[in-house]
Nanobody, 116 residues
Framework: QVQLVESGGGLVQPGGSLRLSCVAS????????MGWYRQAPGKQRELVAQ????????TYADSVKGRFTISRDNAKNTVYLQMNSLKPEYTADYYC?????????WGKGTLVTVSS
């Protein structure tokens, strides 16, 4: 089992920044990739960004390229999502995801609200 705990969500004005963190615990060896997804009210969950275990490959949704940066600190078992130039349409629950041995693990999510 892998446990994921997100933090860093909150209310921010349009154009502002937030940094999300996700701490992994449990059977973290052999995690192949970690990522962030988001789900807005009435919409499906979608991939925002993903990073491989070594941090050598990252993937971003087109809507966030140039605005968001995913990174990881393996010594702290933590993945970060730096979000800049936030837009109201980015308001959603943001979920941390980890993939290990063909299984997907999820955190409980952290709410990001972009509003003036």
């Amino acid at each position: 089992q892998v446990q994921l705990v997100e933090s860093g969500g909150g209310l921010v004005q349009p154009g502002g920044s937030l940094r999300l963190s996700c701490v992994a615990s449990g059977r973290i060896l052999s995690i192949s990739a970690m990522g962030w997804y988001r789900q807005a009210p009435g919409k499906q969950r979608e991939l925002v960004a993903q990073i491989t275990s070594r941090g050598d490959t990252t993937t971003y949704a087109d809507s966030v390229k140039g605005r968001f940066t995913i990174s990881r600190d393996n010594a702290k078992n933590t993945v970060y999502l730096q979000m800049n130039s936030l837009k109201p349409e980015y308001t959603a629950d943001y979920y941390c995801n980890a993939r290990r041995c063909g299984m997907a693990y999820w955190g409980k999510g952290t709410l990001v609200t972009v509003s003036s």
